[in-house]
């Protein structure tokens, strides 16, 4: 008995719009991560490196020390690479302005509908019956 209210719950959640619609932006923001990735690695990251001598940020790091690998034999060195963190916050930038102008683009387009009212209702006119008791109301006002 749990476990058929336990999958209806579940199928109940899962075809919620909402759900859906988080399912498709987690995928679509996924792929527009490596689109993203791609732009700084391949387009924007190797101009600025030619322009600084021929530098790859990639190959950016700061040596820590060495230390014996796992076979025993030979040294690696244990390194702080910091290019590939400066590539990263620059993927997040590009990232963040890019989901910036999305949200922005979509409020304004939110905010005009809003915006434009929608022609108030006439409003009926007062019945007989109203308009006689707003008649006996303002002649007890004049009374008191």
Excluded: H
Excluded at 65 to 70: N, P, S, Y
Excluded at 126 to 132: A, D, G, I, N
């Amino acid at each position: 008995m749990a476990k058929s209210k336990f999958l209806q719950d579940f199928k109940a959640f899962a075809v919620k719009g909402n759900a859906i619609d988080m399912a498709v932006g987690v995928i679509i923001g996924g792929a527009f991560g490596k689109i993203v990735s791609s732009i700084v690695n391949d387009l924007i990251m190797p101009p600025i490196g030619w322009m600084l001598g021929g530098m790859n940020f990639k190959d950016l790091s700061l040596t820590l020390g060495e230390r014996l690998a796992e076979d025993g034999a030979t040294m690696e060195k244990v390194t702080l690479n910091y290019g590939a963190f400066i590539q990263n916050v620059i993927d997040f930038l590009i990232i963040a302005f890019c989901v910036f102008l999305l949200v922005r683009f979509i409020t304004k387009l939110t905010t005009r509908k809003a915006a434009e009212p929608e022609a108030p209702a006439p409003e009926p006119a007062p019945s007989r019956e109203e308009e006689l008791l707003a008649e006996i109301r303002d002649l007890l006002r004049k009374q008191s």
